[in-house]
């Protein structure tokens, strides 16, 4: 059964993603977003990937329902992250998106993976390793 969040626009929570990847574009890291926006930086990564994803297959020439069924995500989420990617196709953004999308493709969908490169990991600050 789908989630209320994939079937409704979740308030605040799309406006908070839209600026996290936002602000990413813009080549700040997780850790300036995160102290920009109080959200974990794995939620940070998630918000960027789905927007890779998101962003992949609307070049593929996806429909916006089919991408939401696809990533399991709200249509009102994916519209917002195609308006977010259409501000941004320009000169300017365009090797940041390459990169975003590469950096992703070439992961798998693994958020955990993008974490910021100057955060340590759990085991780096002594946490459990498992």
Not at 13 to 37: D, G, K, M, P
Not at 43 to 55: P, R, S
Not at 114 to 130: F, I, Q, V
Request: neutral net charge; hydrophobic residues 35%.
């Amino acid at each position: 059964m789908p989630l209320r969040s994939q079937q409704k626009d979740a308030g605040w929570a799309l406006s908070h993603r839209i600026q996290a990847v936002e602000l990413y574009l813009r080549r700040y890291t997780f850790t300036q977003i995160r102290q920009r926006i109080y959200h974990s930086l794995p939620a940070i990564a998630n918000y960027v990937a789905t927007f890779a994803v998101a962003v992949a297959h609307t070049r593929d020439g996806h429909a916006v329902d089919e991408i939401a069924f696809l990533m399991q995500i709200s249509p009102a989420l994916v519209r917002q992250y195609q308006h977010l990617y259409e501000r941004y196709n320009i000169p300017e953004y365009q090797e940041r998106i390459d990169e975003i999308i590469a950096t992703v493709k070439a992961r798998g969908f693994r958020p955990s993976q993008l974490n910021d490169e100057s955060e340590p990991s759990e085991a780096e600050k002594g946490g459990p390793t498992r």
